[in-house]
């Protein structure tokens, strides 16, 4: 067990709708990346949070956006939901310290996103 | 990245022999790679990593070797069991002020009994 929780396990939303997935990070840990996965890949990189500021983003559009709040934890949100969408969303926690990507990633168990 | 779909490479060896996956990662200036093992229905666990300036790192049954002149990456799995059934993935992370690691496609273990 990472620490890393993620809520909801499964979701089913249709296209055009929108969807928020929550992720408490580890504890002590102040940095949160998102990452999606698709079936049968690896994980790409969304974004990173820390300091409750976006530091660093893949190659995703705007309509992923997220949050991160005073007690780390994060949110991820995906407007306009399109098919291609549905995919695994991992929430990877991890501390930030004076070296710079020092460490592993935490994962969580992830979201299971399906878009109909 | 490239659509592999469900056609993942597999390995597949015998309960109790030695394993290597192999990785080859895209960037050149990356510094520091993880190797992530992911089990059916699981977020990614972390397994192994290796800095730049290392060629070769011991963990317990786990050994990651990295030659950089020609980017490639392997984990090799002393003994292996049938737990060790997975997805392994690579993961490379530029020195970049960010969690971004770049993931290879994975390689699937299956431990034959």
């Known amino acids: 067990e990472t620490g890393v929780t993620q809520s909801p396990t499964h979701l089913i939303k249709t296209r055009g709708q929108q969807v928020t997935l929550r992720c408490s990070s580890q504890s002590g840990h102040n940095t949160v990346s998102w990452y999606q996965q698709a079936l049968g890949q690896g994980p790409q990189f969304i974004f990173q949070y820390y300091r409750e500021e976006e530091n660093g983003r893949g190659n995703f559009p705007p309509r992923f956006s997220g949050l991160q709040f005073p007690n780390y934890s994060s949110e991820l949100n995906v407007n306009a939901l399109e098919l291609d969408d549905s995919a695994l969303y991992l929430c990877a926690s991890s501390l930030r310290g004076r070296v710079l990507n020092t460490g592993e990633l935490f994962f969580g168990e992830g979201s299971r996103l399906t878009v109909l | 990245g490239e659509n592999v779909g469900l056609h993942l490479p597999t390995l597949s060896v015998q309960e109790g022999d030695n394993s290597i996956i192999n990785c080859a990662y895209s960037n050149s200036a990356s510094d520091y790679f993880i190797w992530y093992k992911q089990e059916s229905g699981k977020g990614p666990q972390f397994i192994i990593d290796?800095?730049?300036?290392?060629d070769k790192r011991q963990g317990q049954r786990v050994t990651v070797l990295l030659n950089k002149t020609v980017k490639h990456l392997s984990l090799q799995i002393a003994a292996t069991q049938p737990g060790d059934s997975a997805v392994y993935f690579c993961?490379?992370?530029?020195?970049?002020?960010?969690?971004?690691?770049?993931f290879g496609t994975g390689t699937r273990l299956k431990v034959l009994a």
């Open positions: 993961a490379e992370n530029i020195a970049s002020g960010t969690y971004k690691y770049i």
């Open positions: 290796i800095r730049s300036n290392m």
